[in-house]
T-cell receptor, first 113, second 115 residues
Framework: AQSVTQLDSHVSVSEGTPVLLRCNYS??????LFWYVQHPNKGLQLLLK??????LVKGINGFEAEFKKSETSFHLTKPSAHMSDAAEYFC???????????FGKGTRLHILP | DSGVTQTPKHLITATGQRVTLRCSPR?????VYWYQQSLDQGLQFLIQ???????AKGNILERFSAQQFPDLHSELNLSSLELGDSALYFC??????????????FGEGSRLTVL
C-alpha cells in the first residue's frame, strides 16, 4: 500500500530565505511523485512531478524537489521565498501498478515580511 | 486558468436537502475526478469517471452519487445533507484514465455550506 506523510503542517520563513517542505512516501512499487500548490480560494495547481527520469525535478516559480529513494523522500525546496509563495502545498504519491493517487495532508507555508 | 469549470462557486442550503454540483473538464480531457476538502479531513478522493464510465471509487458516501455525461461534463449529487457535508468540493480532469504519469487540472471548487 502506498502512503505519503508531510512532516510539517505549518512552515514559516522570512521573505528571501530558503524554503524546505518535507515529504516522505511509502510505495511498494516505483512511485510517481508530485507537488501541488493551493493558493487561498483557488484550486490546486501542479508545481512539479517525478516519473522516473532525473531525480532532481524543477518546477514552476523556482521550486524544485529531489527524489531520494534510499530515504523515501521527495522534499520541496526553493532558494529564496517570495510573499506570493504563501499557500498550501500538497505532496502526492501514485503507484503505477494500481494507478491510485494519495494526497498528503498539506503544509501551509507562511512568508514573514 | 486551468480550463476546468465548476458551478456553483458557493452554495448554502439546509440539512436534509439535495444539491447538484457541476463540472466541465478541460477541453479534450476524458477523466473527471471529484474531491472533498474539509478542515478536519483534508483532501479526500470521492470518485473518478473516464469517458462516461466509473473508473475508481474512493471515500464516497452512499448519499452521494455522480455521473459523467456524453459531452464529458460531470455532476456530483449530494442528498440528505448533513452539517458535516459542509466542505469545498473540487473537480479535476486529466487526459487519460491513468494519473501516474500525467497531471490533474483542478477547478476552483464549489463551496457548500449546510446550515
Amino acid at each position: 500500500a502506498q502512503s505519503v506523510t508531510q512532516l510539517d503542517s505549518h512552515v514559516s520563513v522570512s521573505e528571501g530565505t530558503p524554503v524546505l517542505l518535507r515529504c516522505n512516501y511509502s510505495s511498494s512499487y516505483s512511485p510517481s511523485l508530485f507537488w501541488y500548490v493551493q493558493h487561498p480560494n483557488k484550486g490546486l495547481q501542479l508545481l512539479l512531478k517525478y516519473t522516473s527520469a532525473a531525480t532532481l525535478v524543477k518546477g514552476i516559480n523556482g521550486f524544485e524537489a529531489e527524489f531520494k529513494k534510499s530515504e523515501t523522500s521527495f522534499h520541496l525546496t526553493k532558494p529564496s521565498a517570495h510573499m506570493s509563495d504563501a499557500a498550501e502545498y500538497f505532496c502526492v504519491v501514485s503507484d503505477r501498478r494500481d494507478d491510485k493517487i494519495i494526497f498528503g495532508k498539506g503544509t501551509r507555508l507562511h512568508i514573514l515580511p | 486558468d486551468s480550463g476546468v469549470t465548476q458551478t456553483p462557486k458557493h452554495l448554502i442550503t439546509a440539512t436534509g436537502q439535495r444539491v447538484t454540483l457541476r463540472c466541465s473538464p478541460r477541453s479534450g480531457d476524458l477523466s473527471v475526478y471529484w474531491y472533498q476538502q474539509s478542515l478536519d479531513q483534508g483532501l479526500q478522493f470521492l470518485i473518478q469517471y473516464y469517458n462516461g464510465e466509473e473508473r475508481a471509487k474512493g471515500n464516497i458516501l452512499e448519499r452521494f452519487s455522480a455521473q459523467q455525461f456524453p459531452d464529458l461534463h460531470s455532476e456530483l449529487n449530494l442528498s440528505s445533507l448533513e452539517l458535516g457535508d459542509s466542505a469545498l468540493y473540487f473537480c479535476a480532469s486529466s487526459l487519460h484514465g491513468t494519473v501516474n504519469t500525467g497531471e490533474l487540472f483542478f477547478g476552483e471548487g464549489s463551496r457548500l455550506t449546510v446550515l
